[in-house]
């Protein structure tokens, strides 16, 4: 089992998986790839003391070599959700599972909170991860909104299981899915719902009648990611070490909030490393009397 | 006037000079020379994020530089205190006195809470300036307290007002004090008082009666350069703004509290900069009103 899992790639996560290493802790960095963070196009940076004048792209190859030289894992994969099981947390990395001791969220500016009735509905209909809840709409209709071409994936296997599926992909092109999916272009607008369950997806034309939806998304809003986790507005809500309601459950960066730096990135990602050392130390130490 | 006055000089204060140069707003730090750093004297550090394997002393040098690459002004100076003018601060640096807009307090780790009493009686007998204080005391008789020759100086001019002078030197040797100052050797212990007022300094073999006492130190604990300041222990209690309890006045680094480490320092002091920066920006728009 993994000591600490770490959802990012930009300086919050770096320096948090150095500090991990520093601590003597395994570590790995679930991430996108690098130029996917927002330093990497950064022209020039100047305020991050010690690294004056630096391109973002300079500054991140710099960060990065600094980690892996401590030993730290980057594994590009993109995470759909992140499971609690009690004493350890287990991740789903497009479709591998891998067990954490504590994580550290460095997700980065939370791009999206979905669209009306997304939340509210999540684990009432709306699902993030066909691998994990397909299985719960054997014999019904879904609907399946996708940023990406892993969508259709996800698709190909609900075709397998459910009564119809519909594909509402919000990328170009559709390339390979099966004969029973059902393409149909629209912009959603809201989860429809009664009951607490969804009974629909409105589109800005027109209403897919349905009992599921599964949404295949370039980032993942992080309360979305991880049940529970409490949130304001689009930040993650941390105390000064970087705890967050849930326990062994660190935030650093910018889906922390304002401001969007990278001295707070890594000064963030340093406390956040440290505590989520003691607290395994302190879980460890409990589970060996 | 300037804009932000930075007590301090390890990577807390500097980083936040240099986002307050970023911000176009002037600055000057008020620090000791860099070798009293205690990351000076660091073997080795490697988990400040980008620049691995550093010896202390270089990464503080380097640190300097950028800081001063970017116009902020760094003075050799001993903060005895520092009085709130409504909308801006005064700062006694060694009898000069300098007004700013904000604070940022970068005074690192905390080395003294003082000795019994020392805090209560602050502002009733309790004094660390005799320039400020000494005109209440004329006519009466003070002891003072040094750590360091510093405080020949504040008993040389005190020796003038006061009726009596005595000289308790906590450093050795002492130079050149005046002939009306009496040296007394002891361990300070406790300031003693009654009604409000100062009556004696208890040292370890002894008690000297006096009407007030003036302590000459290496460093002071935050809460009495500004008076109100709230702490807890050690620590000056902040936000994730790093905003203290007075108004435009910032803490940044190991006196914020743990960790107490150079990437915690670098973010806060950055976030402290920016704020101090916004909150400047609005009370010169209200001033305009």
């Given at each position: 089992?993994?000591?600490?899992?770490?959802?990012g790639?930009?300086?919050?996560?770096?320096?948090a998986?150095?500090?991990?290493?520093?601590?003597?802790k395994?570590v790995?960095?679930?991430?996108r790839?690098?130029?996917s963070?927002?330093?990497?196009?950064?022209?020039?940076?100047?305020?991050?003391?010690?690294?004056?004048?630096?391109?973002?792209?300079?500054?991140?190859?710099?960060?990065?070599?600094?980690?892996?030289?401590?030993?730290?894992?980057?594994?590009?994969?993109?995470?759909?959700?992140?499971m609690?099981?009690?004493?350890?947390?287990?991740?789903?990395?497009?479709?591998?599972?891998i067990?954490?001791k504590?994580?550290?969220l460095?997700t980065g500016?939370?791009?999206?909170?979905?669209?009306?009735?997304?939340?509210?509905?999540l684990?009432?209909?709306?699902?993030?991860?066909?691998?994990?809840?397909?299985?719960?709409?054997?014999?019904?209709?879904v609907?399946v909104?996708?940023?990406?071409?892993?969508?259709?994936?996800?698709?190909?296997?609900?075709?397998?299981?459910?009564?119809?599926?519909?594909?509402?992909?919000?990328?170009?092109?559709v390339?390979?899915?099966?004969?029973?999916?059902?393409?149909?272009?629209?912009?959603?607008?809201?989860?429809?719902?009664?009951?607490?369950?969804?009974?629909?997806?409105?589109?800005?034309?027109?209403?897919?009648?349905?009992d599921?939806?599964?949404?295949?998304?370039n980032?993942m809003?992080p309360?979305?990611?991880?049940?529970?986790?409490?949130?304001?507005?689009?930040?993650?809500?941390?105390?000064?070490?970087?705890?967050?309601?849930?326990?062994?459950?660190?935030?650093?960066?910018d889906?922390?909030?304002?401001?969007?730096?990278?001295?707070?990135?890594?000064?963030?990602?340093?406390?956040?490393?440290?505590?989520?050392?003691?607290?395994?130390?302190?879980?460890?130490?409990?589970?060996?009397k």
């Amino acid at each position: 089992m993994l000591d600490v899992a770490i959802i990012g790639g930009g300086p919050a996560a770096l320096s948090a998986a150095l500090n991990c290493r520093q601590r003597n802790k395994t570590v790995t960095i679930f991430g996108r790839s690098l130029d996917s963070s927002l330093l990497f196009a950064a022209e020039k940076v100047d305020n991050y003391l010690g690294l004056p004048d630096m391109a973002g792209e300079e500054l991140l190859n710099t960060f990065y070599a600094h980690a892996m030289k401590n030993g730290v894992e980057f594994k590009e994969a993109r995470i759909s959700q992140i499971m609690s099981m009690g004493d350890s947390y287990m991740i789903n990395a497009e479709n591998e599972f891998i067990q954490a001791k504590a994580i550290i969220l460095a997700t980065g500016l939370s791009k999206s909170k979905g669209i009306a009735g997304e939340m509210e509905y999540l684990g009432k209909g709306v699902s993030y991860c066909a691998t994990c809840d397909g299985m719960l709409y054997r014999g019904k209709k879904v609907v399946v909104v996708a940023e990406n071409e892993e969508g259709e994936a996800e698709a190909n296997f609900l075709a397998d299981i459910c009564s119809e599926v519909l594909y509402v992909p919000l990328y170009q092109p559709v390339l390979s899915l099966k004969d029973n999916v059902k393409v149909v272009n629209g912009k959603p607008k809201a989860v429809l719902g009664e009951n607490d369950r969804v009974t629909g997806l409105e589109l800005a034309d027109e209403t897919l009648g349905c009992d599921g939806i599964f949404f295949a998304k370039n980032s993942m809003p992080p309360e979305s990611l991880l049940f529970g986790l409490e949130t304001e507005g689009k930040n993650i809500v941390v105390n000064r070490k970087m705890e967050t309601n849930l326990p062994r459950v660190y935030a650093a960066g910018d889906c922390t909030g304002a401001p969007y730096q990278i001295a707070k990135a890594v000064g963030e990602g340093l406390v956040a490393a440290l505590s989520a050392a003691a607290a395994i130390d302190q879980l460890d130490r409990e589970q060996q009397k």
